[in-house]
Nanobody, 125 residues
Framework: QVQLVESGGGLVQPGGSLRLSCAAS????????MAWFRQAPGKGREFVAA????????AYIDSVKGRFTISRDNAKNTVYLQMNSLKPEDTAIYYC??????????????????WGQGTQVTVSS
């Protein structure tokens, strides 16, 4: 069992930065692929980024490449999402998720076993 708690969301102006954190409970954190998804009002849940168990491999949706960086610290049971050059279209609830399966399934939300409660990110002037 893994419990996930996100933090770090808020209101930021276009071009600004935020750093999201996701703290995981349990001793199996390092056994899971970790990812961030987001859901904007009136839209479905969208894959944003994922990091492999050891942190060596990462994946991003095209719209955030070069602006967002995902990382993890297995000693602290925490995954991060550094978001720079934020745009209004990044406004959404951001969810942390844990996936016990194959790395190639990382973008598929249905593969994820555990989800956090979400943190709101609003990009507006």
């Amino acid at each position: 069992q893994v419990q996930l708690v996100e933090s770090g969301g808020g209101l930021v102006q276009p071009g600004g930065s935020l750093r999201l954190s996701c703290a995981a409970s349990g001793r199996t954190f390092s056994n899971h692929v970790m990812a961030w998804f987001r859901q904007a009002p009136g839209k479905g849940r969208e894959f944003v980024a994922a990091v492999s168990r050891g942190g060596a491999a990462v994946a991003y949706i095209d719209s955030v490449k070069g602006r967002f960086t995902i990382s993890r610290d297995n000693a602290k049971n925490t995954v991060y999402l550094q978001m720079n050059s934020l745009k209004p279209e990044d406004t959404a609830i951001y969810y942390c998720a844990a996936h016990y399966g194959l790395w190639r399934s990382a973008p598929e939300s249905v593969r994820y076993d555990y989800w956090g409660q979400g943190t709101q990110v609003t990009v507006s002037s």
